[in-house]
């Protein structure tokens, strides 16, 4: 919503140099969350809002070490600070 916000706004360069920012870190932190997948997306959307950490089978969900790494990687990190 924040990227939203700043390129609806009609505040000029200062704006649109804040969108810019922001959409960058947007794709940092996705190229993290694309490598998990499936069972990386579902560790995420638990830890942060509660919803069901588990795949449905076939796929296998992603170790407690794995999902502490990308939880504390920097490029996500930082996303979540914003």
Not at 36 to 50: C, E, H, S
Request: aromatic share 6%; proline share 6%.
């Amino acid at each position: 919503m924040k990227l939203w916000d700043l390129c609806q706004s009609q505040s000029g360069t200062s704006a649109y140099e804040q969108a810019q920012n922001l959409q960058q870190l947007i794709t940092a932190a996705d190229g993290v969350a694309l490598k998990l997948a499936i069972p990386g997306m579902k560790m995420i959307m638990n830890r942060l809002f509660g919803f069901g950490a588990n795949p449905r089978l076939p796929i296998m969900p992603i170790s407690k070490d794995k999902g502490d790494a990308v939880m504390s990687h920097p490029d996500l990190q930082i996303l979540l600070a914003f």
